[in-house]
């Protein structure tokens, strides 16, 4: 705490606020919500959290490489790390709390019986590289998982082992230029078009491979410009990277003309899956005419974000990209099943491997298990309630908030930041405002084509009265900022939270990235600090 | 439908406020040739939770779980005790349930956990900073190199045999898109040296395992300081976490990138993922990292809190000039490692390691003594190589069929490579691991089935 605090000096702590008017506690702790100092302000040498059985005296075979000092780990116990972690556990919003309307990002219930199912002994206790003959079942359900994903997306095939969305689109791209490479084309075609309201991971993913990207502009009804693409596409292109949903939210509804001009001029189409779950169960990407697309496991199937991951990305492919898909992959010989591994002998071309082993099968158990709870009817309901829910939001704020554009979006809502014109209140102030009322903020700034854009994702997990009391909050808050006495207000928000807003600038300009001995001067106690 | 609360009065009503008649009107820019009038055929609808869990059940039916088999696998995954304490804590709803820590206002529990996690792998690792974890080591591994390519503005990267095979795979495959060399060396029992002689003006990077895919255990001083007297960046990568708590840390090697899979310490085997990678670095190369940054600042109160920083390098930001486009970490996953390394603490880890080295000691000799079997190693942590009198894959089949897990064949990894251990064939290499979780009986049951198997 000691550098928080001298950083502190000569701050006001900001503007004069409700939280001034609290009496101090000698904790400095409110109620539910207690300061918790980091474990290395909390250890004992002597304390441990573990009892483990005295090692057997063997010879040393460490090569004389044995550490010399102490690693400096803290020492705790058990209880002492139970309420360290549940206490930080209560400064986190979640998906368990509420409405967490962050577009593009597809926070929908997460439910625990695929936590239980990825625990089952069998499953969640395989090694990667156990005989295959050990691990039929685990084969088995890969596959089955792999048929729904081919058969949901009207696809063939299916490259199963990316960790994560980017990860798949480095696949999906690696598969392009290799099926480029196939036609003796990669080093003319040097070029990936992508909209400018692509996500950043395509124009990051299409650099990597050492494209050219060359934005795409919007139309005025927040769809790709037909006529610009016709005119961008040329001998020199290699694909174009498109999402669809696209990030406004909104159905690209010349997408199959986009697809035939892709094709027409000898390049691919890559597709980010990201909002799949708009059209999951109602559309095939395969039926618009897409080349490769992967699909985030943790949006459209509900494997959990835990704060940022771990994520799946397979990587539906087109008849045209499957030879290349990577290793490795899963087939059945007669009645067993087999892994094709690295230097297998196979049919195509394989582009390589991406990732140890078999990609993230805790993630595929959760996906597999949302899916069969759900199956081709509730699949089907769900992108219809996510896309009503979002036009629902959208119509119920049309007239308090300004919708970006006209007509029905999919599965959100996007809102650009005209209602707070000349109310000194902008798009953060507005989010961060949110977070008093008890939710989490939308996404907002993104897609960067829309003016201080706040992008709204309902999804299908929230009842209509949780709705119709987050619509109530906005509206509410809307209403504030246009009273235009309320923008100092909106400048102190969040009031309530376990912190007020973050200097963000001096986190970047001064980098602390770990915990050392020196940040916390001898007899400077760090909860006596938290308290003053 | 039990996740879906809406009724049917619920979405008229919704659907009379947004002012159409049926939920397709709101699908109309949906092309008419690709609307599906009915839902996707050829997959079966909707099963309760209990239908699933018998699903599930069968699956795993049909697998031979490791937790009632004597269990002697490794090869870059390892078996430990995960107490229950972790797995209860990545459970909680506040940890599982929530997004990338982007609002830091009301996401302090996930930045301070990560700030905790990147503090404990510099510890671990000897380094100066550590990011919010990547994927896991083997896609770590490769984003280190694409970073030593940034830094040094070279394109040529040096990998050592000694290399996990999978990682080693995934940079080639790095390597042959994004345009780079990768050449492999020998396996590092013997190519040490040759490394060492090879680093020259346009080396990027040298890649080493400790302990190597082999086992063996060695000191890569020379090495690195090899690689600085050409430019060059060290990275050295730990597939077998738990080794740093008995073995020096790469950073007093003078490694200038560490990559470790973090699997070992909170996280099950998963039949392969997801795991954590734990990425270290130097504080010079800081702003070259790949992934997310946790760092410590104020409040608007004053109040110490934790953003995520530095992220001018990264995609959502600086689009196609980032420095690597992950946008995910192993969020989860670095919570349950560091829920496990707070419970162990420095005595817990150190007796964790001690107790590793100890049981594949004693494994080591028992099956060295078998006759016609040889341990190849000199040195290792917790798994080691040793050469059978016949080709090991078939032998590991025979050992399943009695339910014994007993190692990996090299062969399955390196098929038909004949320059590695070139006085042995491939085919009789067998890599043995033991953990804490090895017992008496389990190791006599290996010893018995392998006499008889040879």
């Given at each position: ?38 474990i290395f302000?909390?250890g004992q040498p002597g304390r441990t959290g573990v009892d483990l059985p005295e090692p057997p005296k063997v010879k040393d075979r460490l090569n004389g490489l044995r550490r010399a000092g102490e690693v400096g780990l803290p020492g705790l116990s058990e209880?002492?790390v ?45 090694h ?405 | ?65 490791p937790?009632?088999?004597?269990f002697f696998i490794g090869a870059g995954a390892y078996r430990h005790h995960v107490p229950?304490t972790v ?29 905790e996690f990147q503090t404990q792998v510099t510890l671990l690792t000897g380094m100066?900073?550590a ?5 896991d080591g ?24 000694g290399?996990h ?23 590092d ?19 080493v395992q400790n302990p190597s895919f082999f086992g063996h255990v060695r000191d890569f001083t ?14 050295v990568v730990v597939t077998e976490v738990v080794s740093l708590g008995l073995l020096k840390p790469p950073g007093e090697m003078?490694a200038?990138?560490v990559v470790c899979e973090g699997q070992s310490i909170g996280n099950g085997l ?5 795991y954590v990678g734990l990425f270290a ?52 996953c670095a919570?349950a490692f560091t829920v496990h390394l707070t419970l162990l603490g420095e005595a817990g880890f150190r007796r964790l390691s001690e107790l590793n080295h100890a049981k594949a000691s004693q494994l080591a000799d028992k ?8 341990v190849?190693n000199d040195s290792f942590f917790n798994e080691f190589t ?21 190692g ?23 890599l043995l691991a033991a953990t804490e979780t090895a017992t008496e009986?389990g190791m ?11």
């Amino acid at each position: 705490m000691a550098q928080s605090m001298d950083r502190s000096q000569g701050r006001s702590g900001g503007i004069a606020t409700g939280s001034s008017m609290e009496a101090p506690t000698f904790t400095g702790n409110r109620a539910l919500q207690i300061e918790e100092p980091l474990i290395f302000e909390m250890g004992q040498p002597g304390r441990t959290g573990v009892d483990l059985p005295e090692p057997p005296k063997v010879k040393d075979r460490l090569n004389g490489l044995r550490r010399a000092g102490e690693v400096g780990l803290p020492g705790l116990s058990e209880p002492q790390v139970v309420q360290h972690y549940t206490r930080l556990s209560q400064k986190n919003y979640a998906i368990d709390m509420g409405v967490y309307p962050l577009g593009s990002c597809t926070m929908k219930h997460n439910p625990r019986i695929n936590e239980k199912v990825a625990r089952f002994a069998g499953i969640g206790d395989l090694h990667p590289l156990q005989p295959v003959s050990t691990v039929q079942g685990a084969l088995e359900l890969i596959d089955r998982l792999a048929h729904w994903l081919k058969t949901l997306t009207g696809m063939p095939a299916v490259a199963m082992s990316p960790a994560a969305g980017a990860h798949g689109e480095m696949c999906g791209m690696m598969a392009i230029a290799a099926a480029l490479d196939a036609k003796g084309e990669r080093a003319k075609r040097r070029t990936v078009l992508a909209p400018e309201s692509a996500h950043g991971t395509n124009p990051a993913t299409a650099a990597a491979l050492g494209f050219t990207v060359k934005p795409i502009p919007a139309n005025e009804k927040g769809r790709v410009d037909l006529a610009a693409l016709k005119a961008a596409l040329g001998p020199d292109v290699a694909a174009i990277m498109l999402t669809n949903p696209n990030t406004c939210g909104l159905f690209e509804s010349e997408i199959v003309e986009i697809s035939k001009a892709v094709h027409d001029a000898g390049a691919y189409f890559y597709c980010d899956g990201a909002n799949f779950n708009a059209i999951v169960g109602r559309v095939r990407p395969g039926d618009l005419g897409v080349d490769c697309m992967h699909i985030n496991l943790h949006k459209t199937f509900s494997t959990p974000h835990g704060g940022g991951g771990p994520g799946a990305g397979p990587v539906v492919l087109s008849a045209a990209l499957a030879p290349y898909a990577p290793y490795p992959w899963i087939v059945k010989n007669g009645d067993k099943w087999e892994v094709a591994e690295d230097g297998a002998k196979v049919d195509g071309a394989p582009l390589g491997r991406l990732k140890a082993f078999h990609g993230q099968m805790g993630m595929f158990t959760r996906a597999l298990a949302y899916i069969m709870s759900h199956g081709a009817d509730g699949l089907k309901q769900v992108a219809e309630d996510a896309v009503l829910s979002a036009n629902y939001v959208m119509a119920a704020l049309q007239d308090t908030m300004t919708p970006a554009f006209d007509g029905p979006c999919m599965h959100e809502a996007l809102f650009d930041d005209t209602f707070l014109k000349d109310t000194g209140v902008s798009t953060l102030d507005f989010a961060k405002a949110m977070i008093d009322e008890g939710y989490h903020p939308m996404t907002m700034y993104f897609p960067l084509v829309v003016h201080g854009a706040m992008l709204i994702e309902p999804t299908e997990s929230q009842a209509k009265e949780d709705l119709d009391q987050f619509i109530g909050a906005l509206k509410s808050l809307a209403e504030r900022a246009k009273s235009g006495t309320a923008a100092e207000a909106f400048k102190a928000a969040p009031l309530y939270s376990p912190r007020r807003r973050l200097d963000e600038t001096l986190a970047a300009r001064k980098p602390i990235l770990r915990w050392k001995p020196s940040n916390n001067p001898p007899g400077i106690d760090p909860m006596k600090q938290a308290a003053e | 439908m039990r996740y879906l609360p809406l009724t049917d009065a619920d979405r008229r009503d919704m659907l009379a406020t947004i002012g159409v008649k049926s939920v397709d009107e709101l699908f109309r820019d949906v092309p008419q040739s690709a609307r599906l009038g009915a839902k996707v055929a050829g997959l079966p609808d909707h099963l309760g939770e209990l239908e699933v869990e018998r699903a599930f059940q069968a699956y795993a039916a049909k697998n031979v779980s490791p937790s009632v088999a004597p269990f002697f696998i490794g090869a870059g995954a390892y078996r430990h005790h995960v107490p229950a304490t972790v797995d209860y804590m990545i459970q909680r709803g506040e940890f599982l349930t929530s997004y990338t820590p982007y609002q830091p206002e009301v996401t302090q529990g996930t930045l301070q956990y990560l700030f905790e996690f990147q503090t404990q792998v510099t510890l671990l690792t000897g380094m100066e900073v550590a990011n919010a974890s990547m994927y896991d080591g083997s896609t770590g591994t490769s984003e280190a190199v694409l970073m030593a390519n940034r830094v040094t503005r070279r394109h040529k990267a040096l990998i050592s045999g000694g290399l996990h095979p999978h990682y080693r795979a995934i940079i080639e495959t790095t390597a042959k898109w994004e345009g780079f060399q990768a050449t492999i060396g020998k396996v590092d029992a013997e190519g040490l040296e040759e490394l060492i002689a090879s680093v020259d003006k346009e080396t990027s990077c040298v890649v080493v395992q400790n302990p190597s895919f082999f086992g063996h255990v060695r000191d890569f001083t020379r090495l690195a300081e090899a690689c600085h007297a050409a430019g060059a960046l060290l990275i050295v990568v730990v597939t077998e976490v738990v080794s740093l708590g008995l073995l020096k840390p790469p950073g007093e090697m003078g490694a200038d990138i560490v990559v470790c899979e973090g699997q070992s310490i909170g996280n099950g085997l998963g039949f392969g993922g997801p795991y954590v990678g734990l990425f270290a670095t130097k504080e010079k190369y800081m702003r070259q990292m790949p992934g997310r940054l946790v760092g410590e600042t104020v409040d608007a109160d004053g109040k110490r809190g934790f953003v995520l920083t530095l992220s001018t390098r990264e995609q959502h930001i600086r689009r196609e000039k980032a420095t690597s486009n992950i946008c995910t970490n192993a969020g989860l996953c670095a919570l349950a490692f560091t829920v496990h390394l707070t419970l162990l603490g420095e005595a817990g880890f150190r007796r964790l390691s001690e107790l590793n080295h100890a049981k594949a000691s004693q494994l080591a000799d028992k099956v060295g003594a078998l006759p016609g079997v040889k341990v190849l190693n000199d040195s290792f942590f917790n798994e080691f190589t040793v050469s059978l009198p016949k080709a090991a894959a078939p032998v590991v089949e025979t050992l399943a069929a009695k339910r014994i897990l007993g190692g990996v064949p090299v062969s399955r990894l390196l098929p038909g490579d004949k320059s590695l251990h070139s006085d042995k064939s491939v085919e009789n290499l067998l890599l043995l691991a033991a953990t804490e979780t090895a017992t008496e009986e389990g190791m006599a049951s290996l010893v018995g089935a392998l006499k008889e198997a040879l």
